[in-house]
């Protein structure tokens, strides 16, 4: 079983800074693409990046310039430093890994979720 823990997130003013890593453990084949994706209120989940196990990373349009995904294929985490937050980052962030289990199943797995608040 896969477990994810979330670290990071809270509040800060317009054009601050925040880092949110998250952390898998368990028992897994490989780990494959692990992401960032954010919830605001009254909206549906949305991408905000995700990174290969190569390194290919992806971002949503509205956090390019001012995000960087990067991991750690030794210690299996994910970290998305925050630079230039706006107000309309506002959001709960849950961090997503994609693994493959012994035995060849590809799975998925959400984190808990940690809130980011923009806001002076």
């Known amino acids: 079983q896969v477990q994810l823990v979330e670290s990071g997130g809270g509040l800060v003013q317009p054009g601050g800074s925040l880092r949110l890593s998250c952390a898998a453990s368990?028992?897994?084949?490989?780990?494959?693409?692990m992401g960032w994706y954010r919830q605001a209120p009254g909206k549906e989940r949305e991408l905000t990046a995700t990174i290969t196990g190569r390194g290919t990373t992806n971002y949503a349009d509205s956090v390019k310039g001012r995000f960087t995904i990067s991991r750690d294929n030794a210690k299996n985490t994910v970290s998305l430093q925050m630079n230039s937050l706006k107000p309309e980052d506002t959001a709960v962030y849950f961090c997503?890994?994609?693994?493959?289990?012994?035995?060849?199943?590809?799975?998925?797995?959400w984190g808990q979720g940690t809130q980011v608040t923009v806001s002076s």
């Open positions: 368990g028992r897994f084949f490989s780990i494959n693409v």
């Open positions: 997503s890994v994609s693994y493959t289990a012994y035995g060849g199943k590809a799975l998925n797995l």
